[in-house]
């Protein structure tokens, strides 16, 4: 008889110890939650889907239940998944401020801030919060990632940044569980050579024959299905003989374009400002937009954790000591009541 039976302990004690939920697998669970599909969360934390999908259905295991519906083209939380949700991100949250709490042991007191951000923004708004950010902690470094919306998204799941600077409307509802701290207003302008004035001009057509056809050279920027067709709607409606002239991914590509004399393009003020000043060689008219809300977005934890707390409330005093460039009121032939949203 075995040592175990000797002891008098029921031989049940013998069955295997049921499976204990990892950090891993809920990492995977509240991506795929806040994610639009298993390939997007995988992306998201830089792992193969059939690896995400294997540690998702062994935690469905450890639990007893499924967490997720699954349709043709999406998951949906069942009531357990709704259950263990705001659970799981307090558990991950307070695991985040462990290793950050940590990480002040390791090497010293030197940590690294990693951020990512739109170009316009890392240019014109970062560089000062982050001189005041240093002087405060000289023992930082910073890991500055220039990215498109949805990539900051995503490596703000992915826990591959700590903080996204980018425009409020371009991720909208998908920024769910991340705080929104607002950096600056930063509005739509129509950028048009410096050659060619639109001031008082209540009909295009009063223009030079050579400014006529300027004026109806569009250069626009595309970013999105949604936002291209904005763009497309706003010309069609303010210009609606121009045509475009080029596309292109980047707002400052497009206002370069502009300054050499190709035609004419709308984008946000911010993408216009080099250095402390605006662009030579360009005319900035207001037109009738929304503004583009710029934001720190952030987890919870980081808005009263130093140095975070620091970089944010650094930023936020950038934004508000920042002097936008000269802005010509809006020409009369474009000035309407209605507003459109980019």
């Known amino acids: ?27 995977i669970f509240w991506a795929v939650a806040h994610s639009e599909t298993l390939t997007r969360a995988a992306k998201q934390l830089g792992l193969a889907q059939p690896s995400l999908s294997q540690q998702l259905s062994k935690l469905e295991t450890t639990v007893g239940t ?91 799941y992915g826990r591959r940044v700590n903080v996204g600077l980018l425009a409020a409307n371009s991720v909208a509802e998908a920024s769910v569980g991340f705080q929104q701290i607002p950096i600056i207003e930063d509005p739509y302008v129509l950028v048009v050579p410096e050659t060619l004035s639109l001031d008082d001009i209540t009909d295009p057509r009063q223009l030079a024959p050579p400014d006529w056809a300027m004026l109806n050279r569009s250069i626009q920027f595309i970013f999105g299905t949604q936002h291209a067709k904005r763009v497309a709607d706003w010309y069609d409606q303010m210009l609606p003989e ?35 000043a605006s662009l030579d060689g360009v005319r900035l008219y207001r037109i009738n937009a929304d503004t583009r809300r710029i934001v720190a977005l952030v987890a919870s934890q980081y808005r009263g954790q130093e140095p975070y707390a620091s970089l944010i409330d650094a930023l936020q005093a950038a934004g508000e000591a920042l002097a936008l460039p000269g802005i010509r009121p809006t020409p009369p032939f474009l000035d309407c009541a209605s507003r459109s949203e980019f």
């Not at 801030?113 to 240093?134: F, H, Y």
């Open 242 to 276: 121009h045509r475009v002239v080029a596309q292109c991914r980047s707002f400052e590509v497009a206002i370069g374009l502009v300054r050499a004399g190709s035609g004419i393009c709308l984008a946000p003020t911010l993408s216009t400002v080099s250095g402390s």
């Open 1 to 27: 008889m075995t040592a175990l039976l000797q002891t008098g302990r029921p031989r049940t004690a013998l069955r295997a110890r049921r499976p204990e939920i990892t950090l891993h697998q809920l990492r």
């Open 66 to 156: 499924r967490l997720f519906r699954r349709h043709s083209n999406e998951m949906t939380l069942t009531e357990a998944g709704t259950y263990l949700l705001p659970r799981a991100e307090q558990i991950l949250r307070n695991m985040q401020d462990l290793e950050d709490g940590l990480g002040q042991f390791s090497g010293g007191h030197r940590v690294t801030v990693r951020l990512a951000g739109i170009n316009s923004v890392l240019r014109v708004v970062l560089p000062a919060a982050l001189a005041s950010t240093q002087a405060k902690f000289p023992d930082i470094d910073f890991d500055i990632q220039e990215s498109a919306p949805a990539d900051i998204l995503e490596m703000l």
